[in-house]
């Protein structure tokens, strides 16, 4: 009996354990965007970790703002892999360095909460940035 109650226990209990995603660094997508990360909106959860990875030279990433008591990491290195841990639910807006003014920007959102969206709706961005930051902005909920 002890045993069946020990099977039962493990077999409905449930871990939750951090996710880690990859986001890769592009110079064309499938689709035909061009200088862009493979996702725009990256949802994943606190404790989750993104892997930015290059297929390309020249890209990098660099955070401009996420939510309120997050300290901005230095931006990564140049054809460097990057990964990063994300302790605070919200919004992140990032952008690869040299391709910032050809929109390739993009958005991570962490358990869901948007409350930061109209902190990140007033960042600086260029170029074909401003288009696309509104239009992923557009598309949370």
């Not at 892999?81 to 959102?109: N, W």
Request: one cysteine or more.
């Amino acid at each position: 009996m002890k045993f069946f109650l020990s099977f039962l226990f493990i077999s409905f209990y449930t871990v939750s354990f951090a996710a880690d995603i990859t986001v890769e660094m592009l110079n064309k997508r499938s689709d035909g965007q061009i200088m862009v990360y493979s996702e725009n909106i990256s949802r994943i959860n606190v404790g989750d970790t993104i892997t930015w990875t290059p297929t390309t030279k020249g890209h990098n990433v660099e955070f401009l703002t996420g939510p309120e008591g997050w300290e901005i990491p230095k931006r990564s290195k140049m054809n460097k892999e990057y990964s990063y841990k994300f302790d605070l639910p919200g919004i992140y807006l990032y952008q690869c360095t040299p391709h910032k003014g050809m929109g390739m920007i993009a958005l991570v959102v962490v358990d869901g909460d948007t409350s930061n969206k109209e902190k990140v709706a007033t960042v600086k961005v260029v170029a074909k940035s401003k288009k696309k930051l509104r239009k992923l902005l557009g598309q949370l909920k």
